[in-house]
């Protein structure tokens, strides 16, 4: 219902005069609601027991959800959704985030859609961030810091995963001289 199918001719406008034929005004208030609200509740990686992940069960899920996801037109946003599920990945038992699992997973699948999901869901795992006047950009560049250190462990064994941290980093030494520049302004 968030979606629209890469595959429907029919334009929102005209799917929303259907659906208000349809339904009552006070059904079309929360109509988009649940399936928002759904998506934004299916936080837990299937297969996930504290820090470890079942290798076999997310794998099936995985596969089934992209073939549902395919048959109804909507590969590309299927694929964003499972990749900011997997963003919330712990780190493996190497210390590396992704956990390698989740690595595994991305070399395997090699989907662009699901590394922008991860993309987005590991942004937007930052929340909130409050800095001192005068700061600048500190904390993004110890974070892209993180990323390169982290994207130059698992250059060999997982390359993919490499350029996505390297994605990541890039980002934030990109907010990072935002933030400076910021405080420069502000001098």
């Given at each position: 219902m968030l979606y629209?199918?890469?595959?429907?001719?029919?334009?929102?406008?005209?799917?929303?005069?259907?659906?208000?034929?349809?339904?009552?005004?006070?059904?079309?208030?929360?109509?988009?609601?649940?399936?928002?609200?759904?998506?934004?509740?299916?936080?837990?990686?299937?297969?996930?027991?504290?820090?470890?992940?079942?290798?076999?069960?997310?794998?099936?899920?995985?596969?089934?959800?992209?073939?549902?996801?395919?048959?109804?037109?909507?590969?590309?946003?299927?694929d964003q959704q499972i990749g900011q599920l997997l963003a919330t990945s712990p780190s493996g038992t190497d210390g590396l985030w992704p956990h390698e699992v989740i690595r595994d997973l991305i070399e395997t699948?090699?989907?662009?859609?699901?590394?922008?999901?991860?993309d987005l869901g590991a942004y937007n795992s930052r929340g909130g961030v409050t800095k001192a006047m005068h700061e600048g950009g500190a904390q993004e560049r110890a974070l892209e810091q993180q990323y390169v250190s982290t994207a130059e462990a698992l250059q060999m064994s997982h390359p993919r995963t490499s350029r996505l941290l390297r994605g990541l980093a890039g980002s934030y030494a990109d907010r990072a001289k935002r933030s400076d520049n910021q405080v420069e302004l502000r001098r």
């Open positions: 629209k199918s890469k595959d429907e001719a029919v334009t929102r406008a005209e799917k929303e005069a259907d659906f208000e034929a349809e339904i009552s005004e006070e059904e079309k208030k929360h109509s988009w609601k649940p399936a928002d609200a759904l998506l934004d509740i299916f936080k837990s990686i299937p297969g996930r027991d504290d820090d470890e992940i079942n290798a076999g069960i997310l794998t099936e899920w995985v596969n089934s959800a992209r073939i549902l996801f395919k048959r109804n037109g909507r590969s590309v946003i299927g699948v090699g989907s662009d859609a699901i590394e922008t999901g991860i």
